[in-house]
C-alpha cells in the first residue's frame, strides 16, 4: 500500500513572536515548510505529499512549493486549512486520494526530522500497528500542577510522574489510513496529536525512537538551534 504525507501549516505560530505565519518563516534562508516538505519526501516510501495552507493562504505555498526544487519522484497537493491543526489534519485527509493506504501526519513546525525517522515510522506501520510515534526519555522531570488561586500566584503542584515512563513525541506519527479516519470522525474534543485520537478508540499506538533533531520550532530560541543543525548538516 503506499503512503501519503499530510503537513498541517495552517498555524499563526504567535509564540515565535511577531511576523508570517510560522511555516513562511525562513531557517537560513528557506521557509521552514519547504525543509519539512524535503524532509519527508527524502523518504522512498512517501509518494504524495498533502500541504495543508492557511485557509486563505492555498494559492501563496502553491506557489511556494513550485518555487523550490522538490524530488520528481513525490506528487505534492496544497489544500486550504482550519481553525485548529485537528480540523486541518481532516481536511488533509480528506484531499487524500484512494490508494494511500499509510498516512503519516507531520508538523511543519518540526522542519528537520532526519529521514532514518521517517523511514522508522512507516515501517511500523507495515508490520502491523495502527498508530506509531517517535518519542524520545525526557530530560526534565515533569509535573502536574493546579490553577494558581490567582493570577500571578505560584501554582501547586499536584504531582510528578515517574520520569523513566515518560515520552516526550515528535511528528510524523504514522497511521493505518482507515483507522486515522475513523479517529477524526469519532472524536471531537480538541486535541494535540493524532495519535490520542486513536488511543481515544481504544485501538493500539506504538512508539519507536524519535530523534533530537525532530525537535518542533516553537519558540524564538529554536529558530537559532534549527540555523545551527543546518550549519553543522553543510560541514
Ligand atoms: O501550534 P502548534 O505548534 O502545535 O502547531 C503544530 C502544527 O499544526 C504546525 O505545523 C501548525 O502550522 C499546524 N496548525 C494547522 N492549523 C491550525 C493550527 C496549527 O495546520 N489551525
Do not use: C, W
Not at 486549512?81 to 480540523?87: K, Y
Not at 472524536?187 to 496529536?193: A, G, L, S
Amino acid at each position: 500500500t503506499s503512503v501519503a504525507a499530510v503537513i498541517p501549516a495552517a498555524g499563526r505560530g504567535v509564540r515565535l513572536g511577531p511576523g508570517a505565519p510560522k511555516a513562511l518563516r525562513a531557517l537560513s534562508g528557506t521557509p521552514m515548510l519547504i525543509h519539512a516538505v524535503r524532509a519527508l519526501a527524502a523518504s522512498r516510501h512517501v509518494a504524495l505529499v498533502v500541504v495543508v495552507a492557511p485557509p486563505d493562504g492555498a494559492a501563496g505555498v502553491k506557489s511556494l512549493l513550485d518555487a523550490h526544487a522538490l524530488p520528481d519522484r513525490t506528487d505534492f497537493l496544497v489544500v486550504p486549512g482550519g481553525e485548529s491543526r485537528q480540523e486541518s489534519v481532516r481536511l488533509g485527509l480528506e484531499a487524500l486520494p484512494p490508494q494511500y493506504g499509510i498516512v503519516l501526519v507531520h508538523d511543519a513546525a518540526r522542519p528537520l526530522v532526519p529521514v532514518d525517522t521517517v523511514d522508522a515510522v512507516v515501517e511500523a506501520v507495515r508490520d502491523g500497528a495502527p498508530a506509531v510515534v517517535p518519542a524520545l526519555p525526557l530530560a526534565d522531570t515533569v509535573k502536574e500542577v493546579a490553577p494558581a488561586a490567582e493570577a500571578g500566584e505560584p501554582e501547586p503542584v499536584v504531582a510528578t510522574p515517574e520520569r523513566s515512563r515518560l515520552r516526550a513525541v515528535q511528528t510524523p506519527q504514522g497511521f493505518d489510513r482507515a483507522t486515522l479516519v475513523r479517529a477524526h470522525e469519532s472524536v471531537t474534543e480538541n486535541v494535540t496529536d493524532d495519535a490520542s485520537m486513536v488511543e481515544q478508540l481504544g485501538l493500539p499506538v506504538v512508539a519507536v525512537p524519535g530523534h533530537e533533531e525532530a525537535f518542533k520550532v516553537t519558540r524564538p530560541l529554536d529558530l537559532v538551534l534549527a540555523e545551527a543543525v543546518l550549519a553543522r548538516r553543510r560541514l
